[in-house]
């Protein structure tokens, strides 16, 4: 067993950590505050090919696997959370599903340009009355003639309204249930297609919005993956998202931590630096261990998925529940310590706060990581693929 990085990863999670501090952290509250998507940062990303990491050099990728990418997301989530849910848009959830599921000529068309970030992707499973409940879409997709009429609505997809393709799951038969279950590469600029955005509590940098398809004609080339692999594509792309998620999650809950600490060394109150205050100590250590452990779970799961095992389900999930719930915890932590400077907007203390609570819903809520782990254990379920 060896837990150190080796110095390519070092380097890489350094050069990640000068990029944000100099590109991303200065803006990042402005960004917030405005609810602006900086798309030139995104694109520097794709150039850097911090997007490519997992995919091959003949699609334009990088091609160093998922650690060094789970390293550069929590490095880019440590200066704004709403900027790592890029890896999982323009990535994980697109690129890296056509890589896995593609025709050749898919892979060509939509991987390299998904990877630099010149069109920007999302992936559509949620719909108004479908969230943790993925089998009860209602979206369709009837094969017609060579190519297939879409319909149905999806919400809360995060990338949206400004997404130039999309990964949409819909039933080309619902008679069939899960076999019935199709995925599509969708251009978003097709007739029928629209898009709107939706307003929310935090990561307000990345939209979020609705997608409607209304008898929207998809060729037959739209198809990935074969008919009715809709399912299959749909949760073995989630335990990649997933992972993504988590490590989103550990360098957000580092900025909570770093914040908390350089505060409890500035601010005295009783003629001593508030650091020196047990109660304080108390937060400051739980969040430092919580973190570490988070941490090891995340990278253990992306080392895994560089072995070859993608369908790692059980420890992905480990590692998507912990950071939800570690950095919910130290998003209140650092609220704590810094009081009443938390709440106000002069430190990013708010940011972390309304940033944190979406790691307990994204990408499975944890309840529904709580229940694939605890039916695994009972011997109901097996979760790993
Ligand atoms: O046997 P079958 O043919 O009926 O197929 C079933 C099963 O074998 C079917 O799916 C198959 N399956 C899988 N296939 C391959 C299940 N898991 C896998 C897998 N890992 N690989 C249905 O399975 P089931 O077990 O009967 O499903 P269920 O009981 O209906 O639901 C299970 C569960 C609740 C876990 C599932 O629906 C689920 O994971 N729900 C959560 C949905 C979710 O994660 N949504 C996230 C939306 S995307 C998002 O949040 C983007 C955010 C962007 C960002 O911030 O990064």
Redesign the pocket.
């Known amino acids: 067993m060896d837990f150190t990085l080796n110095e390519e990863l070092l380097a890489m999670k350094e050069a990640a950590r000068d990029f944000a501090q100099k590109e991303i952290v200065p803006n990042a509250d402005k960004w917030d505050e405005e609810h602006y998507f900086p798309i030139e940062v995104v694109r520097k990303m794709g150039e850097l090919g911090y997007y490519g990491c997992p995919i091959p050099e003949e699609y334009g990728g990088i091609d160093i696997g998922h650690l060094a990418q789970s390293i550069i997301t929590e490095e880019i989530a440590r200066g704004s959370s709403s900027l790592r ?1 890029s890896f ?1 848009t323009q990535c994980l959830g697109t690129a890296f599903s056509i890589l896995r599921h593609g025709t050749e000529e898919q892979k060509k068309e939509w991987i390299p340009d998904l990877i630099t970030a010149k069109k920007l992707g999302c992936f559509a ?2 719909e108004p009355d479908s969230g ?4 009860s879409m209602k979206s369709t997709a009837k094969p017609d003639g060579d190519g297939f009429i879409l319909n149905g609505c999806k919400t809360w997809i ?1 990338g949206v309204p400004n997404a130039d393709v999309a990964i949409v799951y819909a039933y080309h038969d619902r008679e069939q ?3 019935g279950l199709s995925a599509f590469v969708v251009d978003l600029h097709l007739e029928g297609v629209s898009m709107a955005g939706l307003d929310k509590l935090g990561t307000r940098s990345m939209p979020t919005g609705e997608i409607s398809f209304d008898n929207v004609r998809l060729p037959g080339t739209a198809l990935l993956g074969k008919l009715g692999s809709g ?2 594509i749909c ?2 792309s ?2 990649q ?1 997933r992972l ?2 988590a490590a989103g999650g550990v360098g957000l809950a580092q900025a909570c931590l770093d914040t908390a600490v350089r505060y409890c060394n500035e601010r005295e109150q009783f003629g001593e630096l508030v650091g020196k205050f047990q109660m304080n100590q108390e937060l400051v250590a739980n969040m430092a261990a919580e973190i570490e452990a988070a941490r090891l779970l995340t990278y253990r799961a992306a080392w895994q998925k560089d072995q070859g095992d993608l369908g790692n ?1 059980l420890e992905t999930c480990y590692a998507k529940f912990f950071t939800g719930e570690t950095v919910t915890r130290c998003a209140h932590s650092t609220m704590k310590i810094l009081g009443a400077y938390g709440y106000s907007t002069e430190y990013p203390a708010a940011r972390f706060y309304r940033d944190a609570v979406v790691y307990q819903i ?3 809520t944890v309840n ?1 990581q709580k ?2 782990i605890a039916q695994d254990q009972l011997g109901y ?1 097996k979760a790993n ?1």
């Not at 943790?132 to 089998?135: A, E, Q």
């Open positions: 849910v999982n499973i949620t943790s409940d993925v089998m995060s249930g899960s076999k399912v299959k949760f073995s989630l335990n998202t993504s998620c389900v994204v990408e499975g529904v229940m694939i379920r693929r």
